[in-house]
T-cell receptor, first 110, second 117 residues
């Protein structure tokens, strides 16, 4: 079993739609969680950290469920510019190591 | 915000030659930097953790004699792919942490696309 699993997609959605991605992780000792965005042939860029209480940044909402060991990302009012691969990242505090999921590819269609 | 500069962005080399990739933290000191490799349609895989002034820590399955890492200063880490072969063709990315733990998130360099012919 992979340490971090994501549905690779692609998710094809129309502009304005709401889309959600889930990510599961296997290490119950994981302490830090992030969503990164990666455009084709580019480096990953931090989209948002994920906090236990859930957090929101504009159209993006991230949630963490420790009991079920998954995190989610919700994108509202999708824009064409949201088309990218979204990487779920999990880390254990003190190790400095990031574990990346394979990413979920999103295509927002006009 | 924190910026990590990586170059070259793209390199094509002949099989058997060595390639050096540089990663610099421009506006902060990075005692620890990380080197990742990403094959097409796969996730980023950590290759090694680079520590300033000490030996790098390599992940299981990564040959330390093939992927030489030097972290001689608080702002520069280099990865040298020695005797490169076509199977080493990949996207190599470095990253560094601004803070002292994973909690802050890491900043990534822009990546180096290596093609070995």
């Amino acid at each position: 079993r992979k340490e971090v699993e994501q549905d690779p997609g692609p998710f094809n959605v129309p502009e304005g739609a709401t889309v959600a991605f889930n990510c599961t992780y296997s290490n119950s000792a994981s302490q830090s969680f992030f969503w990164y965005r990666q455009d084709c042939r580019k480096e990953p860029k931090l989209l948002m950290s994920v906090y236990s209480s859930g957090n929101e940044d504009g159209r993006f909402t991230a949630q963490l469920n420790r009991a079920s060991q998954y995190i989610s990302l919700l994108i509202r009012d999708s824009k064409l510019s949201d088309s990218a691969t979204y990487l779920c990242v999990v880390a254990t505090s003190g190790t400095y190591k990031y574990i990346f999921g394979t990413g979920t590819r999103l295509k927002v269609l006009a | 915000g924190a910026v990590v500069s990586q170059h070259p962005s793209r390199v094509i080399c002949k099989s058997g030659t060595s390639v050096k990739i540089e990663c610099r933290s421009l506006d902060f000191q990075a005692t620890t930097m990380f080197w990742y490799r990403q094959f097409p349609k796969q996730s980023l895989m950590l290759m090694a953790t680079s520590n300033e002034g000490s030996k790098a820590t390599y992940e299981q399955g990564v040959e330390k004699d093939k992927f030489l890492i030097n972290h001689a200063s608080l702002t520069l880490s280099t990865l040298t792919v020695t005797s490169a072969h076509p199977e080493d063709s990949s996207f190599y990315i470095c990253s560094a942490s601004v803070g002292q733990s994973t909690d802050y998130g890491y900043t990534f360099g822009s990546g180096t696309r290596l093609t070995v012919v």
